[in-house]
Nanobody
Framework: QVQLVESGEGVVQPGGSLRLSCAASGRTFSNRATGWFRQAPGKERELVAGITSGGRTYYRNSVKGRFTMSRDYAKNTAYLQMSGLKPEDTAVYYC??????????????????WGQGTQVTVSS
């Protein structure tokens, strides 16, 4: 069992920055694929960034160059550093981890464990 606890909720102005954290407890999520998803009201949940078990990263086109995902194995924590935030980035953000080793593509991983969600609001 992997438990994921997120932190970093915030309200920022357009162009601002924010960092989300996802700390794992219980069984480590090392060697699992990890990802950050978001869901805005009335829209489907979408993968915004991910890292495969082997360390290959993925970013959806709308966040490339603005968001950076990383993992700290010593702290068993994943991060999403967001900069150049836009109003359309407003959503609840969720971190997730795969159930098994998954190294093919972050988009195809079986995401089984989920964080509780953190609200990110970008508004002037």
């Amino acid at each position: 069992q992997v438990q994921l606890v997120e932190s970093g909720e915030g309200v920022v102005q357009p162009g601002g920055s924010l960092r989300l954290s996802c700390a794992a407890s219980g069984r480590t999520f090392s060697n699992r694929a990890t990802g950050w998803f978001r869901q805005a009201p009335g829209k489907e949940r979408e993968l915004v960034a991910g890292i495969t078990s082997g360390g290959r990263t993925y970013y959806r086109n709308s966040v490339k160059g603005r968001f950076t995902m990383s993992r700290d194995y010593a702290k068993n924590t994943a991060y999403l550093q967001m900069s150049g935030l836009k109003p359309e980035d407003t959503a609840v953000y969720y971190c997730a981890a795969s159930r098994y080793y998954s190294d093919a593509d972050a988009r195809s991983a079986e995401y089984y464990y989920w964080g509780q969600g953190t609200q990110v609001t970008v508004s002037s």
